[in-house]
């Protein structure tokens, strides 16, 4: 399979502090590049067993007892319209699962073993970027969606729902000052809004509702520094395009980085984001929040988990001085990663990803428990060693991590208990 060619914008050393404090682990930090190839590749029939926490393998499916989620959120059942004023849905948590953009370049029985285990984890929705440079390369030509067909197709046929993260314009669209980067917006926001037009008119026909723009703006996802009036004039073109196109669609603010994405690089807290669109006029735009709350330590007081309605400055208080205090927030990423793949020493990978699973069951516990909160999508369906992205359910050799086992427990656990 190609690779895919954007990094991920996760923030990588704070859920890597999360997962070292969940674990009890301390690790000197070296340098070093696994370098192992992607779970896509491997061969399906090959990897079905995974190795649970004392070294002994399982099955998909065969999955240990663990505690799940009671799911509590704002939104509807079909997640179409924020809930009415004062409402609330407890065991109604949407179940998602992240693939980055890694499904659109997929093999055919790739896609079929992604999908499926989607299907077998419970998951409601898949999360899959939509990056304009993806699909129309040349300024002349119109855009060929025929990779995202294959994906939409595949996801409906398991009935799955698609949320498409809507990004990074092509090299001859992006804005002069910063060609040379994914992460460069649109020099031009109407033709931004035309090809998405485009796009959300041929997926609405085939049951594509929900549409994410952009990932991330608050770092330097957005370059070449985060800028909430430059991001809201885009977000309400595109959401105008989108909703001239299907009237019926669920638009989401980009998905917020919860912290600074390492040391001294930019970003701009959710509070103050939220805030800043919200008097530029951009929350009328859109039907909800995106939000990665990664946590640094265990979910009940991380920082990035009380930033949502327990602290003094969380989204719950930027959208209630805004007006919006029922508008759901969603999360489309979170997660736990296995830093001993990047730093070391190899002997932390098993304690560590015992302490994933740990850590899958507190983020789900703590998340269902918050108001607005609607979703819960996990970062991700597989590792990418060569970009250290190593928060997979699936190893980079393609083996089941204990957490996939885990998850698909507590996603059945919080459905049995609607």
């Known amino acids: 399979m190609a690779n895919s060619k954007r990094r991920h914008w996760a923030i990588v050393g704070a859920a890597a502090a999360a997962i070292l404090a969940a674990a009890g682990i301390a690790t000197a930090v070296s340098g070093g590049d696994p370098g192992a190839p992607t779970a896509f590749g491997h061969s399906p029939a090959a990897s079905t067993a995974s190795t649970n926490a004392s070294g002994s393998a399982s099955v998909p499916g065969s999955a240990p007892s663990v505690a799940g989620a009671n799911g509590s959120g704002s939104g509807t059942a079909t997640g179409t319209k924020p809930a009415p004023s004062g409402t609330s849905r407890p065991n109604d948590m949407k179940w998602g699962l992240d693939y980055s953009d890694r499904l659109t370049f997929a093999k055919p029985d790739e896609l079929a073993t992604a999908l499926d285990d989607a299907k077998r984890l419970g998951m409601d929705y898949i999360r899959v970027d939509f990056g304009w440079e993806d699909y129309q390369s040349f300024a002349n030509y119109p855009p060929n969606f025929s990779k995202f067909d294959n994906v939409v197709a595949g996801a409906n046929a398991r009935g799955l729902k698609v949320l498409a993260t809507i990004d990074f314009p092509p090299p001859w669209a992006r804005r002069d000052a910063c060609k040379d980067t994914s992460a460069c917006p649109p020099a031009d926001n109407a033709l931004f809004a035309k090809f998405v037009k485009q796009a959300v008119a041929r997926y609405s026909a085939r049951g594509v509702h929900h549409w ?89 007081t991380s920082k990035t988990f009380l930033a949502i309605s327990k602290s003094p400055t969380s989204i719950i208080t930027a959208l209630n001085e805004a007006g919006s205090p029922n508008m759901p927030i969603w999360i489309t990423e979170t997660g736990a990663n296995i830093p001993a793949l990047i730093w070391g020493p190899p002997e932390q990978v098993k304690p560590q990803e015992a302490a994933q699973v740990h850590q899958a069951q507190r983020e789900a516990e703590v998340l269902a428990s918050y108001p607005n909160v609607a979703s819960f999508f996990w970062f991700s369906y597989e590792d990418v060693p060569d970009a250290h992205l190593v928060f997979g359910l699936r190893r980079g050799d393609g083996s089941y991590r204990p957490s996939f086992d885990a998850l698909r427990q507590i996603i059945a656990d919080a459905k049995k208990a609607r």
């Open 212 to 300: 994410e723009v952009w990932n991330e703006p608050n770092i330097v996802a957005w370059a070449p520094l985060p800028d909430p009036a430059d991001y809201t004039k885009l977000l309400v073109t595109t959401s105008a395009a989108i909703r001239a196109a299907d009237p019926h669609a669920f638009i989401l603010m980009g998905g917020l980085a919860a912290d600074h994405p390492s040391p001294g690089a930019p970003f701009i807290a959710p509070y103050d984001f939220i805030t800043a669109v919200a008097k530029a006029g951009g929350l009328k735009a859109v039907d909800g929040i995106g939000y990665h709350p990664y946590p640094d330590g265990d979910p009940g």
